[in-house]
């Protein structure tokens, strides 16, 4: 392929992209190939259908986006390595480029849904698998209670992108979200003493010198005990 064909073809998917949230019936090949500058004929040529362009535009934007990597443990400190991946995870949904691909998520056509879905359900589940280790040598280091590792992970997963995301996809995409109160709502409940401990001193170094302090987070729950 040429560089002036990759480069149209770039500009192809760009421009696709920026009609994803339309759905495929709303809009018309016409309307893409005026916004790439190039012919319809080139398009049907190399995508076949409005379909599979559109398809391949939301995976061009994903695959620019890339995706938070799996959680990994750290030598001798997993709760450590759980509480940057949280972080992590948090701040990349938060991202106003990333609330308008999800927002463009919702509302394609049935096939291009489907595709995103199946790739998405087989992310969604190596995430957890991995997570759900972490949180086991979380609790043999006894920085978390003995609960379940597939439900703490589950927990995890859905508090870092509940307040990032969502909010972002209901209140808009410049919406800021108060990451160190985030975390701290979401591992208080799971911690033993020596993992308040470890949290405390994460929610330090997150916050920055306007930020509350940590006091003020909200009412110091009871420690459980360690096990």
Same mark, same amino acid.
């Given at each position: 392929?040429?560089?002036?064909?990759?480069?149209?073809?770039?500009?192809? /998917?760009?421009?696709?992209? +920026?009609?994803?949230?339309? !759905?495929?019936?709303?809009?018309?090949?016409?309307?893409? *190939?005026?916004? *790439?500058?190039?012919?319809?004929?080139?398009?049907?040529?190399? #995508?076949?259908?409005?379909?599979?362009?559109?398809?391949?535009?939301?995976?061009?934007?994903?695959?620019? /986006?890339?995706?938070? $990597?799996?959680?990994?443990?750290?030598? +001798?400190? $997993?709760?450590? !390595?759980?509480?940057? #991946?949280?972080?992590?995870?948090?701040?990349?949904?938060?991202?106003?480029?990333?609330?308008?691909?999800?927002?463009?998520?919702?509302?394609?056509?049935?096939?291009?849904?489907?595709?995103?879905?199946?790739?998405?359900?087989?992310?969604?589940?190596?995430?957890?698998?991995?997570?759900?280790?972490?949180?086991?040598?979380?609790?043999?280091?006894?920085?978390?209670?003995?609960?379940?590792?597939?439900?703490?992970?589950? +927990?995890? /997963?859905?508090g870092t992108i509940y307040e990032p995301l969502v909010f972002?996809? &209901?209140? !808009?995409?410049?919406?800021?979200?108060?990451?160190?109160?985030?975390?701290?709502?979401?591992?208080?409940?799971?911690?033993?003493?020596?993992?308040?401990?470890? /949290?405390?001193?994460? &929610?330090?170094?997150?916050?920055?010198?306007?930020?509350?302090?940590?006091?003020?987070?909200?009412?110091?729950?009871?420690? $459980?005990?360690?096990?």
């Amino acid at each position: 392929m040429t560089d002036k064909k990759a480069q149209s073809l770039r500009r192809v /998917l760009d421009s696709a992209a +920026g009609f994803l949230a339309r !759905g495929a019936d709303d809009v018309s090949m016409r309307e893409i *190939a005026d916004r *790439a500058h190039c012919s319809t004929a080139t398009i049907y040529a190399v #995508y076949g259908t409005k379909e599979n362009l559109l398809l391949a535009a939301l995976c061009h934007m994903l695959e620019r /986006l890339g995706w938070p $990597p799996l959680p990994n443990d750290h030598p +001798g400190k $997993p709760f450590e !390595g759980l509480l940057a #991946y949280a972080e992590a995870r948090a701040r990349w949904f938060a991202r106003p480029e990333q609330r308008r691909v999800s927002r463009s998520v919702v509302s394609p056509s049935g096939p291009v849904r489907k595709a995103v879905a199946d790739d998405m359900l087989g992310k969604y589940r190596l995430t957890t698998a991995a997570l759900a280790r972490v949180v086991s040598h979380c609790v043999a280091a006894k920085s978390l209670r003995a609960l379940d590792p597939d439900a703490v992970a589950y +927990g995890i /997963l859905a508090g870092t992108i509940y307040e990032p995301l969502v909010f972002g996809l &209901i209140c !808009g995409e410049d919406t800021e979200v108060d990451f160190p109160a985030m975390i701290w709502k979401i591992f208080t409940p799971l911690v033993t003493a020596k993992g308040r401990r470890e /949290l405390e001193s994460r &929610i330090q170094r997150m916050a920055s010198p306007e930020a509350p302090l940590l006091q003020e987070l909200g009412p110091e729950p009871p420690t $459980p005990a360690e096990r």
